[in-house]
């Protein structure tokens, strides 16, 4: 199956600091990806969905001056979490799929961010 | 909101096959059943999915109901690395739509 990678698969910094995520679609061109974030013994959350070329479109209570996200190829999505605080302490998970086979959606491995 | 009802949580014992079941009684006729499953400090994995026929293929069975309004998601002989969160979800898998999970089905497969 098709591979989607993240990087870093963690990451700890300092309160105040700007962290960036990215997701590859290593085999495939993915049109549309997905940024979730996921707390403790909770479900995934769905933050935003980008199309490659255009701007995300966010979920309902996800502040987008706070996580940019940015789609410039088809094969690369970027997630910065800006001035990260220890309550943006979370595992995001981001996931691909590309626009001729809609029913397949691809998921990463994860970036577990820690913010001291 | 998740479309989907599923139990928190299940045991199962190793070498046994796990029935996982999932109600979706609100499912229109273009939504499309859907099973993830993501282990612990993992990226949800895809598993199966089904429109109205019954599928199956090297991981699992999905045995969907004739008015179609639930599922059981079939693990023939867990193992335990089958020990993880099991995600139900409806979708019409279209360009348009996105996934939604739910709080999922947390299997614990007991040696």
């Known amino acids: 199956g098709a591979v989607v990678s993240q990087h870093p698969s963690r990451v700890i910094c300092k309160s105040g600091t700007s962290v960036k995520i990215e997701c590859r679609s290593l085999d495939f061109q993915a049109t549309t990806m997905f940024w979730y974030r996921q707390f403790p013994k909770q479900s995934l959350m769905l933050m935003a969905t980008s199309n490659e070329g255009s701007k995300a479109t966010y979920e309902q209570g996800v502040e987008k001056d706070k996580f940019l996200i940015n789609h410039a190829s088809l094969t690369l999505s970027t997630l910065t979490v800006t001035s990260a605080h220890p309550e943006d302490s979370s595992f995001y998970i981001c996931?691909?799929?590309?626009?001729?086979?809609?029913?397949?959606?691809?998921f990463g491995p994860g970036t577990r961010l820690t913010v001291l | 909101d998740a479309k989907t009802t599923q139990p928190p949580s299940m045991d199962c014992a190793e070498g046994r096959a796990a029935n996982l079941p999932c109600n979706h009684s609100?499912?229109?006729?273009?939504?499309?059943v859907y099973w993830y499953r993501q282990i612990h400090s993992q990226g949800p994995q895809y598993i199966i999915h089904g429109l109205k026929n019954n599928e199956t293929n090297e991981m699992a069975s999905l045995i969907i109901t004739e008015d179609r309004k639930s599922s059981t998601l079939i693990l023939p002989h867990a193992t335990l690395r089958d020990t993880a969160v099991y995600y139900c979800?409806?979708?019409?898998?279209?360009?348009?739509?996105?996934?939604?999970f739910g709080k999922g089905t947390r299997l614990h497969i007991l040696p």
């Open positions: 609100t499912i229109s006729g273009n939504e499309y």
């Open positions: 979800i409806v979708r019409v898998a279209n360009r348009d739509d996105k996934i939604i």
């Open positions: 996931s691909a799929r590309t626009s001729r086979y809609t029913d397949t959606q691809y």
